[in-house]
């Protein structure tokens, strides 16, 4: 009942709408608050803070805010999460934060924590606390689906808003402020932690004057993280000295945690913009024209280089060929003289055939989910949804991945059909469960929240062979009812002799200059998405995103024709495994920098968080080389296929 409950949700999510006035993403409609006390249906006065897990740019492993010891809610409340979210590691809570709309409230005590030097598990969580600190563990609160962000000035007096804020900071034995610590002077004591245990939130709304809603709306929530040692928990202040915990842990410590809140109004922010400025603090979109100024450049000359071969070259060619009698030809070089060899079966043409088939699953998995993203489905207020679409498409889109693999195989001559569905099926799904399965076994060791439930893997695996499986059964075997695919021209039942190659024109250096100009489009973008993932950065710019997807379906296709044209005109017919690795090499690049990036970019400590890293970054490779090799391929099939069908061959 629980995996039908969890397909059930899975579909209201991607597909349901809510009936409400005017057009609104699902799940995103608007909520009023009010001063007065009491609920209505279309007004609210009070005001709940969600609190998420925390994580670091450290370290890969976020933990759920219960794990450190904060203060709790006691009616604690988990809302409904997606797949995506889940599958991200998202742990959302109600917190113990509670305030009532327009009501400001200063210095208001929310709980108490004492450690005593002999209690073990006090000196436990202590110690988590003070490890949370010193790898810059990051809160996430949420209010009303809106982060609450800590702003501050950057280089060039720019203001940064970040999603999150550290929970606290530590000065070195060497008197060295880390991270947080640089921002306030009083922080200066060596081997010590600042604990930021007091919290000055201000909450923007529009106040609803002059439009057609009842009440106020929230459009934006900021903070201000501060380190105060509280004397009388009972009469709080809010001033006086930091809040020190020193690294040796020799005395009895008390710990209480305080909150100031006030409720500004502003009219000049519409609720539909209040996410506007959190991403314009992120200066990105002049790197991103230039980005995509730099593959469009990239784009027009491979552009100009196939189009001089189709028309120029590839004319005269094609003339000459069909004007010179059948004795001439013999004496001929080039391209033509290989049409009895062209179309002759590869080697281990079973597992290229896979390849294509899971390749085209996840070409089309991917264009739709980032047309999706470009209208706006796919926000980052709608947490979980782009991961949650994916991984539902993917389900979905067996029955291509079955009929492309299905018809690329019998075309090869295959005859042993159920290997190739099961292969199609299992394969490559198979090695990413396989890796993702370690990585989730390293978080559960780790108590990490990234670590996915028992009850959600089954729920993965079910609709892995209840759905996907089935429909990539079904796709075989509507590709193997299909008549087999003609070529243009005769297989001659003798192979032709392969001339001497020259170092430019052997099939490695070919494959390794094939995946250069594909990785030159997209490195830039690259950066970003890594930041996103590691750096827990948010991504918005899909529609960037998705020109250069195309930009990249462009220049794999003639990155690939180009090298397929030359290694036809040395007379070497052996294009088949070629073409799909030459734009597939694209992913060994894409796994270079990933390594350059760790290195040089990271600072992430352990070897846990190190393998994690790795474990998903191969992932990422494999889907990677899947994709680009499949559109490398179809368009070299697409190319030989044209230029053989308008030469004549006797």
């Given at each position: 009942m629980k995996l039908l409950y969890l397909w059930a949700r899975l579909a209201c999510s991607l597909f349901a709408t809510i009936p409400v006035s005017g057009f609104y993403l699902p799940g995103l409609a608007p909520v009023s608050f009010c001063e007065e006390d009491g609920k209505t249906s279309d007004c609210q006065n009070k005001i709940q803070l969600f609190v998420n897990r925390l994580d670091s740019v450290e370290s890969v492993l976020p933990y759920e805010y219960d794990v450190f010891d904060f203060c709790k809610d006691e009616e604690e409340k988990r809302p409904s999460e997606n797949l995506g979210q889940v599958l991200f590691?998202?742990?959302?809570?109600?917190?113990?934060?509670k305030f009532k709309f327009g009501k400001d409230v200063s210095c208001q005590k929310v709980c108490s924590k004492s450690y005593a030097t002999s209690n073990q598990e006090d000196k436990a969580k202590l110690d988590f606390l003070k490890r949370g600190m010193e790898l810059n563990y990051q809160h996430h609160w949420i209010v009303d689906n809106m982060p609450v962000t800590w702003c501050y000035q950057v280089e060039d007096g720019q203001q940064y808003c970040n999603p999150g804020f550290p929970i606290g900071c530590l000065v070195t034995h060497e008197g060295r402020p880390k991270d947080?610590?640089?921002?306030?002077?009083?922080?200066?004591?060596?081997?010590?932690?600042?604990?930021?245990?007091?919290?000055?939130?201000?909450?923007?709304?529009?106040?609803?004057?002059?439009?057609?809603?009842?009440?106020?709306?929230?459009?934006?929530?900021r903070l201000e993280p501060q380190s105060i040692k509280h004397g009388d928990e009972n009469s709080l202040s809010c001033e006086g000295s930091p809040m020190e915990i020193p690294v040796d842990f020799s005395t009895d410590l008390k710990v209480t945690y305080s909150y100031s809140i006030k409720f500004e109004s502003?009219?000049?922010?519409?609720?539909?913009?209040r996410w506007d400025y959190i991403l314009v603090s992120m200066p990105h979109s002049n790197i991103q024209w230039f980005s995509i100024m730099n593959s469009l450049v990239i784009v027009l000359f491979l552009s100009g280089m196939v189009a001089m071969i189709m028309l120029r070259t590839l004319h005269k060619d094609i003339a000459r060929y069909n004007q010179v009698d059948q004795e001439d030809a013999q004496e001929e070089s080039g391209w033509k003289q290989v049409h009895g060899d062209v179309f002759r079966p590869p080697p281990n043409g079973m597992l290229l055939a896979v390849f294509l088939g899971q390749g085209a699953q996840i070409f089309i998995m991917t264009f739709i989910t980032l047309f999706l993203a470009c209208l706006g489905f796919l926000s980052p207020a709608n947490r979980g949804a782009l991961m949650t679409c994916a991984v539902v498409l993917w389900v979905l889109l067996g029955t291509p991945a079955g009929y492309v693999s299905a018809r690329i195989y019998k075309s090869f001559?295959?005859?042993k059909w159920k290997t190739n569905v099961f292969l199609t099926a299992l394969l490559c799904p198979g090695i990413v469960f396989a890796d993702?399965?370690?990585?989730?076994?390293?978080?559960?060791?780790e108590g990490s929240s990234a670590a996915i439930p028992f009850g959600t893997l089954l729920a993965i695996l079910a609709l892995w062979f209840g759905i996907s499986v089935p429909l990539t059964f079904v796709g075989a075997f509507f590709g193997f009812k299909k008549p087999v695919m003609e070529h243009p021209v005769r297989t001659n039942q003798i192979p032709r002799q392969i001339p001497e190659q020259s170092f430019f024109t052997r099939p490695v250096p070919g494959i390794v200059m094939g995946g250069?100009?594909?990785?030159?489009?997209?490195?830039?973008?690259?950066?970003?998405?890594?930041n996103s993932i590691w750096s827990h950065q948010m991504y918005y710019m899909f529609g960037f995103l998705f020109l250069v997807f195309i930009i990249l379906l462009i220049t794999c296709s003639e990155a690939t024709i180009l090298l397929c044209y030359f290694h036809l005109c040395a007379e070497d017919y052996h294009w088949w495994w070629r073409s799909f690795l030459t734009s597939g090499f694209t992913a060994v690049y894409l796994l270079i920098y990933a390594v350059h990036y760790f290195f040089s970019k990271l600072q992430i400590q352990g070897a846990a968080s190190t393998i994690l890293y790795f474990g998903y970054t191969m992932i990422m490779v494999l889907i990677f080389f899947l994709f680009t090799g499949t559109i490398g391929f179809f368009a070299c099939?697409?190319?030989v296929n044209k230029i053989y069908s308008v030469v004549k061959v006797d």
């Open positions: 590691g998202e742990r959302i809570e109600t917190s113990p934060y947080a610590c640089i921002i306030n002077a009083k922080f200066n004591k060596k081997s010590t932690y600042y604990l930021f245990n007091h919290v000055d939130i201000t909450i923007t709304y529009h106040s609803g004057d002059n439009e057609n809603w009842r009440g106020a709306r929230l459009v934006a929530a502003t009219n000049a922010i519409r609720w539909a913009s001559g295959g005859e993702f399965f370690l990585m989730n076994l390293i978080l559960w060791v250069i100009l594909p990785f030159g489009c997209i490195f830039i973008q690259l950066f970003f998405i890594l099939f697409w190319f």
